[in-house]
């Protein structure tokens, strides 16, 4: 029988209204958690939440993780964080830049500064395949959120504060991406708008988003990083896809790919890989322990890099139209949406 990880636990999500949060509550609902405190800025949304909850046992916080005293103050008794708050959207940032720093950057750090004050025992950072090899605002900072979260992790004292972080790609059905926009035009008899036929995402359900997340949690050492293997599918396919399940003759406009995306989305770079340990259906990237010994950076090399490649959403698993289809129909989102047309 596996440990019950959140029994008699205090949990605080960060960006804790968000498709995320949502489901990370639904995920240990029955596990005996003592308290979950949801920290974000939208009272609105919070207050759905409280209706649709009604629970005494999540209580909810006004606040901005670009302010320290309102993190501090969320904070104080905490025994895990799982840090979600952030700027999500590739055309927002690019446009708004120094946004996506104070909340991405600045934001992740005092979190995770304020979690290692107050003792918290693990604080899991959310990031993305955008990350890797960034070419867009969004990504920058989420790369720099993980390299400040690890910096920090590095110089923790044994027992001290774990912080780790997990990598992941699109998630399925979360606010934001690309299917809820397909299913919306399909049933408002609208064209189906795709960048590039050809354009490969990674496809993850929530409920693995979640799985990675308490994978992390139960197994992520100090400054690792955790990431989940799957599959990916081009964006043609997808919206083939969702024609074939909602049985639409849309017509697919192609509109040309937007500021900052690119048209395959990496994971995992060949040097993370090269000091990874497999584990199935993870990686697991340890952190990088080189100090500031130079020689290490310039004549000492790995010769293992030479022979991996980056993990990508072009060599990963594949996905056709029919494997597609079955992966969207995994979702509740999805079936809720076909049931309700």
């Known amino acids: 029988m596996r440990k019950n990880l959140f029994k008699g636990k205090t949990i605080l999500i960060t960006g804790g209204t968000g498709s995320f949060g949502k ?9 005996g958690f003592r308290e979950i405190r949801i920290f974000s800025r939208d009272e609105l949304k919070q207050e759905h939440m409280r209706i649709e909850l009604g629970d005494p046992r999540v209580k909810f916080h006004i606040g901005d993780v670009r302010d320290r005293d309102s993190v501090d103050h969320a904070m104080a008794g905490v025994d895990m964080v799982f840090h979600a708050a952030a700027l999500k959207q590739v055309p927002s940032c690019e446009f708004f830049p120094m946004q996506a720093v104070m909340t991405n950057i600045v934001g992740s750090r005092n979190v995770v500064e304020s979690a290692v004050a107050h003792g918290v025992k693990k ?26 979260a690890l910096s920090i992790a590095r110089v923790q004292r044994p027992g001290g504060t774990v912080v780790s972080c997990v990598r992941y790609g ?30 490969t995402r990674f496809l993850l359900p929530l409920s693995q988003a979640i799985g990675l997340v308490v994978f992390a949690l139960e197994h992520a050492g100090p400054g690792d990083i955790l990431i989940r293997k799957a599959p990916a599918a081009t964006i043609g396919d997808l919206a083939e896809a969702a024609k074939q399940l909602f049985k639409s003759d849309a017509a697919v406009k192609t509109i040309g790919i937007r500021h900052g995306e690119k048209l395959h989305e990496t994971l995992a770079t060949r040097e993370e890989l090269s000091r990874a340990v497999d584990m199935g259906d993870f990686f697991r990237v340890r952190m990088d322990s080189r100090g500031l010994n130079y020689a290490k950076y310039f004549s000492e090399g790995d010769r293992r890099e030479a022979a991996l490649d980056d993990y990508t959403s072009a060599n990963t ?15 509740e989102e999805v079936r809720a949406e076909l049931k309700a047309a």
């Open 170 to 199: 699109n998630v399925m059905s979360s606010r934001g991406s690309v299917i809820p926009l397909f299913i919306k035009q399909i049933k408002e008899r609208k064209p189906i708008t795709v960048t590039d036929p050809g354009m």
């Open 317 to 331: 698993a594949r996905l056709d139209v029919a494997g597609t289809k079955k992966l969207m129909l995994s979702t």
């Open 123 to 148: 604080v899991v950072c959310l990031s993305t395949d955008k990350a890797v090899y960034p070419i867009n605002a969004m990504g920058t900072t989420k790369a720099l959120m993980e390299k400040v």
């Open 23 to 31: 489901a990370m509550v639904r995920h240990v609902w029955d596990l």
